[in-house]
């Protein structure tokens, strides 16, 4: 339904029920169902892999250092986990679910 809003599972705040980045705490899908951030697929936290592509969705956080789900920020710390494409004429910024940008192919590292 249009204009419902709902709870960030983050941060608490009352954001749109399409939202796909929460706008007060930048994290993606505040609300509903989390997606697989290759795919898009539901995947639900505990899993380890998504059931549609097979991509890993636990990871490590370069920061603390503790297992995470792989979403835009650490589980753990809050840091974001989201990386920039080093191609100077792309600079997308995404969830690193390879070692290739998810936009224009090039290595991330
Ligand atoms: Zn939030
Ligand atoms: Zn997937
Ligand atoms: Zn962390
Ligand atoms: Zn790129």
Do not use: W
Not at 18 to 25: E, G, K, M, R, Y
Not at 79 to 103: H, M, S, W, Y
């Amino acid at each position: 339904m249009a204009g419902y809003k709902q709870p960030c599972r983050y941060c608490g705040k009352l954001v749109h029920s399409d939202s796909n980045v929460c706008p007060f705490c930048a994290r993606a899908d505040p609300v509903g169902p989390l997606k697989c951030p290759k795919c898009r697929n539901t995947v639900e936290p505990g899993y380890k892999v998504c059931g549609h592509c097979g991509l890993s969705l636990q990871t490590t956080c370069p920061k603390c250092g503790k297992p995470t789900y792989l979403g835009s920020h650490c589980d753990a710390c809050g840091d974001k986990l989201t990386v920039v494409c080093p191609n100077p004429r792309c600079k997308f910024e995404q969830i690193p679910t390879g070692p290739n940008c998810a936009k224009c192919g090039k290595p991330l590292k």
